[in-house]
């Protein structure tokens, strides 16, 4: 069989408040051709977010028939709410032999990584605990109840740190986006 040149996928995971999002942003400043899918997600929008461009923001019932039509290549319930990537986006890009990023939680990535095994799975870890605290309080976007919630997993994810490939620590956005887009073959 003729040998196969597959472009990876890329899974970015960390805690809620570690800076996954303001990394990404960052990386696609300097590097917008670089593709990030767009989750479904049950989650209400924070100010400022928009349809099918932070998140596809559905129903419950719409999310039930993304899972039962089979249209999520992955999915998780996070602190109260489900998450899922639209399968066919992310084949359609690896079908053009693009890079493909996904930021989702480690439930998700597992998944990712059982289905697509040579996936590459990059955890982003807070400098301290204390920090990760700090970063998501000032965030200011949940409630007290949501932050325990989020800080609850936080300890949990913080714990599978060793099923990652790789883990970039957040202290530099712009260091850590240097380092992501090396990683994923881009700079
Ligand atoms: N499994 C999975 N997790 C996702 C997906 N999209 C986002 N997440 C994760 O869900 C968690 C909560 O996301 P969000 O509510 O946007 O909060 P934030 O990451 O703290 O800004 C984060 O860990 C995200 O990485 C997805 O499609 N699948
Ligand atoms: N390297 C960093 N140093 C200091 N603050 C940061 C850094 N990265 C992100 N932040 C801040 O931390 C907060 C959480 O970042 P965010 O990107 O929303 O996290 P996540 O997407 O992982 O939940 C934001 O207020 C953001 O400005």
């Known amino acids: 069989m003729a ?36 989750s479904a997600t ?19 019932d719409e999310f039930d028939k993304l899972v039962a039509n089979g249209e999520l290549l992955e999915w998780a319930e996070f602190a109260g709410n489900r998450y899922g990537t639209p399968r066919q986006a992310v084949l359609d890009r690896l079908g053009a032999g693009e890079p493909v990023l996904l930021e989702i939680d480690l439930q998700g990535a597992r998944q990712v990584k059982e289905s697509m ?38 300890k949990v994810e913080l714990a599978a740190e060793s099923e990652f490939d790789t883990t970039l620590v957040n202290t530099s956005v712009e260091d850590v986006a240097r380092e992501l887009l090396a990683l994923m073959a881009v700079a």
Not at 7 to 23: E, F, I, Y
Not at 30 to 36: A, I, K, M, R
Not at 42 to 60: A, C, L, M, N, S
Not at 127 to 149: A, F
């Open 3 to 38: 040998a196969e040149v597959r472009p990876r996928l890329t899974v970015l995971s960390g805690p809620s408040g570690v800076g996954k999002s303001t990394v990404v942003a960052h990386m696609r400043k300097v590097h917008p051709e670089v593709w990030l899918s767009v």
């Open 42 to 60: 049950t989650r209400k929008p924070r100010p400022g977010e928009r349809h099918g461009v932070q998140y596809f923001f559905v129903t419950d």
């Open 117 to 154: 095994p040579d996936s590459r799975l990059i955890f982003l870890a807070p400098p301290s605990w204390d920090e990760l605290v700090r970063r998501l309080t000032g965030r200011g976007t949940e409630s007290p109840e949501v932050i325990e919630r989020r800080l609850a997993a936080a």
